[in-house]
């Protein structure tokens, strides 16, 4: 069982900055897929940012360029760096992994932390 635990939430005024951190359980970090999404109040959940085993990375438009994903697999975390950040940016970040392979993939997902940016 793949367990997901988000940090690094808060509240920030706009243009400030704020690092998300994602630790997971589990001996095959580095092999996973790992993706932020973000969820604000009655809006969908929007997938945020992505990267691959191998380090590939991508974003969704309005966030490019201000936010960077990484991760570091020998501390099995994964990070959300975000630069600039705007009222629209307020919402609840979720961690998400993809376990397995092509064949067999399951999703998983953490708690979710608060990120609020005031204008």
């Known amino acids: 069982q793949v367990q997901l635990v988000e940090s690094g939430g808060g509240l920030v005024q706009a243009g400030g900055s704020l690092r998300l951190s994602c630790t997971a359980s589990?001996?095959?970090?580095?092999?996973?897929?790992m993706n932020w999404y973000r969820q604000a109040p009655g809006k969908q959940r929007d997938w945020v940012a992505g990267?691959?085993?191998?380090?590939?990375?991508s974003y969704r438009d309005s966030v490019r360029g201000r936010f960077t994903i990484s991760r570091d697999n020998a501390k099995n975390t994964l990070y959300l760096q975000m630069n600039s950040l705007k009222p629209e940016d307020t919402a609840v970040y979720y961690c998400h992994a993809e376990v397995g392979s092509s064949r067999s993939l399951v999703f998983y997902w953490g708690q979710g932390t608060q990120v609020t940016v005031s204008s």
């Open positions: 990267i691959g085993s191998g380090g590939t990375t």
């Open positions: 589990g001996s095959s970090f580095g092999s996973w897929g």
